[in-house]
């Protein structure tokens, strides 16, 4: 499982990357393993107010739905809409291809709220 270090995650299976005064989300390696092969993606249209801990979108396995929570509040600025026809990416490149969402946060210090990769890996540790 790849967990890397510059982004912080969520209890919720997101990882947050930062760049500059934006964050990138999307959702972890362990969370696409867990879901299995993902045939539909649902996310948010550009210009939408998320609210930390709150719904903005799902991921359709051929297992199951989830709902995917933001990892922080702000206003998405930008959509990944290459998953509309290629949802297969967030299996193979969770962390590259499929990333989800750019968003606007309205506070960066809420990235605070998150996981480093080492705090990630010991929740998914005493989860199992």
């Known amino acids: ?5 510059e982004l912080r995650y969520s209890e919720e299976h997101e990882w947050v990357k930062v760049e500059g005064d934006k964050v990138r989300i999307g959702i972890t390696d362990h969370a696409q393993a867990e879901l299995g092969d993902i045939v539909f993606v649902e996310l948010p249209e550009e210009g939408d107010v998320l609210e930390e801990d709150e719904p903005f979108g799902s991921v359709e396995s051929v297992k199951t739905v989830s709902e995917l929570y933001a990892p922080i509040s702000g206003k998405v600025v930008e959509v990944n809409a290459e998953l509309d026809s290629s949802p297969e990416f ?11 969402i ?11 709220n998150l996981m480093t990769a080492e705090e990630y890996e010991q929740m998914i540790k005493e989860e199992d």
């Open 90 to 100: 967030v299996n193979e490149s969770p962390y590259d291809k499929a990333w989800m």
């Open 102 to 112: 750019v968003v606007e946060p309205n506070d960066l210090s809420e990235i605070d």
């Open 1 to 5: 499982m790849s967990l890397p270090n």
